[in-house]
């Protein structure tokens, strides 16, 4: 390890982690690597099709109020 990481300090350690997993596989495969870990939870297939379809225009809609929103703060 070629800087000093605060091993009590979690974000620090946490930082110090995903800047070493991106460093070594990049960003894709750090983020491959950390879903190994997650699988989720729920039922993907079932929830999917309970929730209402969105049109083009909604879409737009929520982003443009999302991307306003983002100005604000």
């Given at each position: 390890m070629n800087k000093s990481v605060d091993l009590k300090n979690p974000i620090a350690l946490h930082k110090a982690?995903?800047?070493?997993?991106?460093?070594?596989?990049?960003?894709?495969?750090?983020?491959?690597?950390?879903?190994?870990?997650?699988?989720?939870?729920?039922?993907?297939?079932?929830?999917?099709?309970?929730r209402d379809e969105?049109?083009?225009?909604?879409i737009a809609d929520a982003i443009s109020r999302m991307r306003r929103q983002e100005e604000k703060s």
């Open positions: 982690g995903i800047d070493a997993l991106v460093q070594e596989l990049g960003g894709v495969g750090a983020i491959r690597f950390l879903q190994l870990f997650d699988k989720g939870s729920g039922d993907y297939t079932k929830e999917k099709y309970e969105m049109s083009i225009d909604e």
